[in-house]
């Protein structure tokens, strides 16, 4: 016992070293469990998730990733990395590991002479939207402003521009990438092309993406966009007009339908306030004047409607979600793509739509293709882009004492749409198992992302689970 505790006492004091040694080496900060601000710089979006790592390293630049990276290989530990830390599955952060926070790392830099952009990994959708605004550029993104534009992309990243543009990983020119091996990579379609490939879509777990570069698209800086709502006794009328009305719209259209309780929220009549309703959000993602007539249709079902579309500034519709989307409450999405929207799975959303435990709970139903569906299924590691429909269940609530209860009806939910189901949206899936994180690819992008993980990090430094 005693040759034990001066084991134990060795292995302590070799720890302590190796984290005083990494404070010298840390240009941004270093954090750890004892130090007085821990449990508020360990906490995500999601308040759900409550791990806690063993360090936090805040990064300022390259050097200060590759020293972290080199101190969890020193220490034994595993590593997860943080943008904006806004993924729904906490995989952002690790416990008993080393997070690798990009958060300080916050430049942007917009060429409007050959629309292009770079941007670190610590910005935000609403600091990236607000810089090439400014040009009138952008560049398809996360619907609320504070996700992170790193773990967004990585994941394939669907925005209002994607039916026009694609998606965010379809818009990656280029991206410089910290390895395990602490080499840095500048990537692209030539140069580490398999790891170019497999960030497209791929997640996180390859590395550490310090910055991207992204192709950049003429929009705004006004579109024709906001929100329609309807109460829910039309629900019938509204998916069915939404369903004709989007198979046959041109792609600078893009509309969420969602079905929710409506909030006591400035914008909401007060009428409405607290009732079940369907909201219709986005619009058409180009001239103002030629989107409100190309939206009138979905406009056009009875009296009993509230029209709060019109012309908006693009950077304002993208952070429109925001108010519905508050930091720290508990979150638990589950996510399925469908070749089609048929009556059984309809029937089964009603039901659930009208048995929700959570007032501030919505289930999107979104139209894809466009030019999503015709990127090459090749071109890079996104998975199911022949799928018409994408459903997201975004349960939401604020009390913990409700978590079972809700995480139950959520799971119920998916487990009822799963026979309609050609697959899952990594991005919006609040578990990451690995059969979750398979049927997100086909066969053989599975492999290919394995094989890919191996070669790159064959010790799994960064936990992933391909």
């Not at 997070?99 to 790392?105: H, N, Y």
């Not at 830099?109 to 952008?138: M, Y």
């Not at 925005?159 to 998606?167: A, F, N």
């Not at 600078?252 to 929710?260: A, D, G, K, W």
């Amino acid at each position: 016992m005693k040759e034990k505790s001066i084991d134990m006492e060795s292995k302590e004091h070799e720890e302590d070293k190796l984290n005083k040694d990494l404070k010298t080496k840390i240009k941004g900060r270093v954090i750890f469990p004892n130090d007085l601000d821990y449990d508020q710089e360990r906490k995500i979006w999601n308040g759900m998730i409550d791990k806690k790592p063993a360090i936090i390293v805040k990064c300022s630049g390259v050097q200060d990733v590759i020293n972290a990276i080199e101190h969890a290989k020193s220490r034994g530990i595993k590593i997860s990395v943080r943008s904006g830390g806004h993924g729904v599955s906490g995989s952002s952060i690790i416990e008993s590991g080393l997070v690798i926070d990009l958060s300080l790392m916050k430049g942007i830099w917009v060429n409007p002479k050959d629309k292009t952009a770079i941007v670190q990994s610590g910005v935000t959708w609403g600091e990236f939207d607000r810089e090439a605004q400014v040009f009138g550029l952008a560049t398809p993104g996360g619907r609320i402003s504070t996700t992170g534009v790193a773990g967004f992309t990585l994941g394939g990243g669907i925005g209002w521009l994607s039916r026009k543009y694609g998606l965010a990983c379809d818009n990656l020119l280029s991206a410089q990438i910290v390895t395990a091996d602490g080499q840095v990579l500048n990537i692209d379609k030539e140069n580490e092309k398999d790891l170019f490939w497999a960030i497209r879509g791929g997640g996180s777990g390859l590395g550490v993406v310090t910055s991207f570069q992204f192709k950049m698209h003429q929009v705004g800086p006004m579109v024709y966009g906001g929100l329609i709502i309807y109460p829910a006794k039309l629900l019938d009328n509204v998916i069915d007009l939404v369903k004709k009305y989007m198979e046959r719209s041109p792609q600078e259209v893009s509309i969420l339908t969602v079905l929710s309780t409506a909030p006591p929220l400035p914008f909401i009549p007060k009428e409405m306030q607290g009732s079940k309703v369907i909201m219709l959000a986005g619009g058409f993602m180009g001239d103002p004047k030629e989107g409100e007539e190309i939206l009138s249709p979905i406009k056009s079902i009875g009296e009993q409607k509230v029209d709060m579309m019109g012309p908006i500034p693009y950077a304002v519709l993208q952070s429109l979600p925001d108010a519905l989307n508050p930091p720290h409450i508990n979150n638990y999405w589950k996510n399925h793509y469908l070749k089609d929207l048929k009556a059984e799975p309809i029937e089964i959303i009603r039901k659930y739509y009208y048995n929700c435990p959570s007032p501030i709970t919505e289930i999107h139903l979104e139209y894809l293709g466009g030019a999503l569906s015709k990127v090459p299924d090749e071109e890079n590691a996104f998975g199911h882009r022949n799928a018409n429909w994408n459903i997201n269940i975004v349960s939401k609530w604020k009390d913990p004492k409700e978590t079972e209860i809700n995480l139950n009806w959520t799971r119920r939910l998916s487990e009822e749409l799963s026979p309609f189901s050609v697959g899952h949206y990594i991005n919006y899936n609040g578990d990451s198992t690995e059969d979750m994180v398979k049927s997100s690819y086909n066969e053989i992008k599975y492999k290919q992302l394995v094989k890919i993980k191996k070669n790159y990090d064959p010790y799994n430094i960064f936990v992933a689970k391909f």
